[in-house]
């Protein structure tokens, strides 16, 4: 099954967890003339945009959820700008690669950080994020000013149970400004930031929400926004100061007019028939139908408690995940393989993008038939098979 | 497995064959703002569309392949205006719904018409057309003017050996032009219209093309060029005029230039790596992985000489075509029923699009759950493996 063979006209997929397939509507939402960001008809769109943004977070329209112009990281520097004072003391709770940035950032801000840790493809136990909190700088729990936590890790494909690490820290330092990555799970896996007790979330476009990269997403809780640091070391993402501006329409840095577009083209679309529970619903169907069509071949789930966003297996013993990878990728497919201390052993399908039960089935078996490629034992059909049980709910 | 659990957000395919799925780069091409189509840079770009479109059709670039504003059906009449001379008899050999098509459009002309037929999902035998041609009116061989012939019969999913056929015709009616409907061979299915004999292939954009329906295709022989009839009854579609126009890059109706802008765009694409035999090899892998999947769960391959254009099924025992082709919408995917006489029993979903081997292991994979669905016994993973096989050349 050579590469021209596989296709009429060659056909590129993103199957990695992000950034991911945008839905042609989207494209073509993108593609229109610009709109003058000072403009009525602007401000109308970025309030319509808001309301969507807060129902898919859901958290209340007023904040509501802030647009930042840049990446999830540039939004998340801004969250930790806008709810820890200078000099504040972090506990960072991470097992994988996106929660370890969060500590470098914080450290680059010029804050002591101490880090709850847990071996890749665990979950950072609540208890071990309680401990870090409670030792942190020998000062003990009063003296840390935030814990930064990771819903769904990206790297390793781990979901971490965000609400009982929150509740953990709570209980020992219920001053703490709790500031959760959310940037794979928003509209992915349930997400309740205010029921939960967080007072910062951050995702970015480019995930969850089928768009293009570019747009970066905040929502602060009211005592956050009650409560700034004095004073907030940003300017053109100080999100005090863009609170009250976005509740009129308007932003102070330029905002990326025509991702807000796009944004409005696919927030119905992903709000239709249900809300976020039927979106949580879908894309762990999705991703179940992955790990199950992995394992049916001998790929096994490598994240203990597996992230809707994406499904981390192991490969099996005589494979090596850069050729899967770059077997997957000869056949326009491009999952992502495993990062740091997992890269030759783990890769990451995943149905994160503008993704259904088709593609589910389409991945299950292309896997299979690479594995097949590369000389490993997958029997035909055993990996779709698998998804579809899964997606039928057999 | 409902559709609220399908998708994160509904995504459409079409999977009948045509109109088809266009690529997001033709797309784009399409949106782009519209040519002048009285501008060199229009006469460059027909230029180039005229020559890609030459290669495609294995025919020599002068004078190559004309443009028919309007669908395959305009694209027919063009041809057989520009083939036969008015009340010149016609012998039309069909088994399915296009084929008829021309045979009522040649009486519409004035024709008096002939008919060489064969039961549908059979292909007529090129001695059945010479059988036709030979006792036409009574008057013999000598008075048919022309022959029209369906290389892909879409209706029964028939490959017909035109060849073969228009040598059959050739030895008992040598002046007798031949006029193929290849519109859903064209870039499909192998196709010689210079070395097979031909005087006319008629196409549309719509179908093997990866375009939006509204550019009809025609090649004409030189013999037919040399003696058009007299007179030639068309203004808009005289394809006589339009040779001489085209091959200076421009036409006598205004063209749909944004649909040569599109043709533009796809056409390089299609003939990379190796032309219009890649393309001919590669759509019937596809195809027959379709009908290698039905077959392994009891949908039985309906014609007896498979166009890779579309697999035709009978659908098993107890199942009623029009519920698959409904329960396959249900999950976004839109494959054809059957038409006439076998539309409560077949079925034909279709790589004729922009599709590869995911979409074909995709839609494997579909009907077996939709099987399943609708109470018929099909094992998991048996349609989405058997496909597999094939396209893996197992």
Chains 1, 2 share one sequence.
């Not at 807060?54 to 520097?77: H, M, Q, Y």
């Not at 950032?105 to 909190?133: D, S």
């Not at 747009?215 to 005090?240: C, F, I, M």
């Not at 894309?283 to 139908?289: E, G, K, T, V, Y």
Request: hydrophobic share 50%.
């Amino acid at each position: 099954m050579t590469r021209p063979a596989w296709a009429a006209v060659p056909k590129a997929r993103l199957a990695a967890p992000g950034p991911v397939e945008v839905p042609p509507f989207v494209l073509e939402a993108l593609a229109r003339p610009p709109l003058h960001h000072r403009t009525e008809a602007f401000e109308a769109l970025l309030h319509a945009v808001r309301k969507d943004l807060a129902r898919l977070a859901c958290v209340a329209p007023d904040p509501g959820v802030l647009i930042v112009p840049g990446s999830g990281t540039t939004a998340f520097e801004a969250a930790l700008r806008a709810t820890v004072p200078e000099g504040g003391r972090v506990v960072a709770a991470h097992a994988g690669r996106f929660g370890e940035r969060w500590a470098e950032m914080a450290r680059a801000l010029g804050h002591p950080v101490e880090e709850a840790t847990a071996p890749w493809g665990e979950p950072v136990a609540p208890e071990a994020v309680a401990e870090a909190v409670r030792t942190a700088g020998g000062g003990g729990a009063s003296g840390v000013a935030a814990v930064t936590l990771v819903h769904s890790e990206t790297s390793t494909g781990v979901l971490h149970d965000v609400r009982a690490q929150a509740e953990a820290v709570r209980a020992v330092a219920p001053e703490a400004r709790i500031v959760v990555d959310v940037v794979t799970s928003l509209g992915v896996a349930e997400l309740r930031p205010e029921a939960w007790g967080f007072d910062a979330v951050v995702a970015g476009s480019q995930k969850g929400l089928l768009l293009p990269p570019g747009l970066g997403l905040v929502w602060l809780s009211e005592r956050a926004l009650a409560e700034p640091p004095e004073p907030v070391r940003a300017y053109a993402t100080d999100l005090h100061a863009e609170r009250s501006r976005q509740a009129r329409g308007q932003t102070g840095p330029t905002p990326p007019v025509t991702l807000v577009a796009g944004a409005a083209a696919v927030l119905p679309a992903l709000l239709a028939d249900g809300g976020p529970e039927r979106l949580w619903a879908t894309r762990a169907r999705l991703n179940d139908a992955l790990l199950a069509a992995g394992a049916a071949i001998g790929f096994a789930p490598f994240a203990r408690t597996p992230s809707p966003a994406v499904a981390a297996m192991r490969v099996p013993d005589g494979l090596r995940a850069p050729d899967v990878v770059d077997a997957c990728a000869a056949r326009g497919v491009r999952i992502a393989g495993g990062q740091g201390p997992t890269s030759a052993t783990v890769i990451r399908p995943s149905t994160l993008g503008w993704a259904d039960a088709l593609d589910a089935l389409a991945l299950a078996a292309t896997l299979e038939s690479v594995a097949r490629e590369l000389g490993h034992d997958a029997p035909y059909g055993a990996a779709a098979g698998a998804a579809a049980r899964v997606l039928e709910g057999a």
